[in-house]
């Protein structure tokens, strides 16, 4: 099975189909479909998704969107993920460094115009960087924000034309803690200095929520802006 409507009803019908799924479960039907026409995409806010896929496919490619704005933290998260666990972490990076950004743009794209920013700077790149894929994967969870209530634990992506992954869907915050801590999983050490949700180092884009805020009230606070484009 290759063609791309193939591929949407097969999308369309296993998310029904695993709906109660666990996240090995889902991630072992995309393995026996794809194969190694099948990523992960991670933001090294922690290595869960990554840690999932790595048990049912080792050496599962894992593909990193380098922004040029990131914490040294998350790049050092990427590059512990790359040492110690069994996946090919590749790295995506824009077309413009961020200084060749700063001069067509002008400085400060990010505070200015954050949604040319993303798309410049994340949207664009995995776009390019899915190409080699029929199926990717995310860490998107429901719990997260109201936005991302409805996410489906597999869907057709009708922008990319691609299956699209949200393993750990229906996972709570509690889930995911109890299966790092059972797995001894790698996480952002941000996310021990208050950062819930970890983006790009502007404060404009990643600030620490308040008290009794949501888990990702800190991204682009006072904005509007909830996502960067490439959940949309
Ligand atoms: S999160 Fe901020 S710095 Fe990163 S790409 Fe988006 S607007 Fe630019």
Redesign the pocket.
């Known amino acids: 099975m290759s063609s791309v409507t193939d591929y949407e009803e097969l999308a369309t019908t296993a998310g029904r189909e695993l709906e109660e799924a666990t996240p090995q479960e889902i991630l072992q039907w995309a393995a026996d479909h794809f194969g190694k026409r099948f990523c992960v995409t991670s933001s090294m806010e922690d290595a869960v998704v990554a840690h999932l896929a790595s048990s049912v496919l080792p050496g599962v490619d894992v593909v990193f969107l380098d922004?040029g704005?990131h914490f040294a933290e998350t790049i050092g998260t990427r590059d512990a993920v790359a040492a110690t666990m069994p996946v090919n972490v590749i790295t995506l990076t824009p077309k413009l460094t961020v200084a060749e950004q700063d001069a067509q743009y002008g400085p400060h794209l990010?505070d200015r115009d954050?949604d040319l920013?993303?798309s410049l700077?994340?949207v664009e790149p995995l776009n390019r960087g899915l190409g080699a894929y029929d199926a990717w994967a995310t860490g998107l969870r429901r719990d997260e924000s109201p936005s991302r209530a409805n996410t489906p634990v597999v869907a057709w992506d009708p922008k990319r034309r691609k299956v699209k992954l949200a393993p750990i869907a229906r996972w709570t915050q509690e889930d995911v803690d109890a299966y790092v801590q059972a797995n001894g999983v790698l996480l952002n050490p941000l996310l021990w200095e208050g950062y819930t949700s970890i983006?790009?180092s502007?404060l404009s884009?990643t600030a620490k929520p308040g008290e009794g805020e949501s888990g990702r009230a800190g991204r682009w606070a006072g904005s509007g802006k909830t996502e960067?484009g490439i959940h949309l």
Do not use: E, M
Request: hydrophobic content about 0%; proline content about 15%.
């Open positions: 922004t704005y990010h954050p920013c993303c700077r994340k983006g790009c502007p884009c960067c």
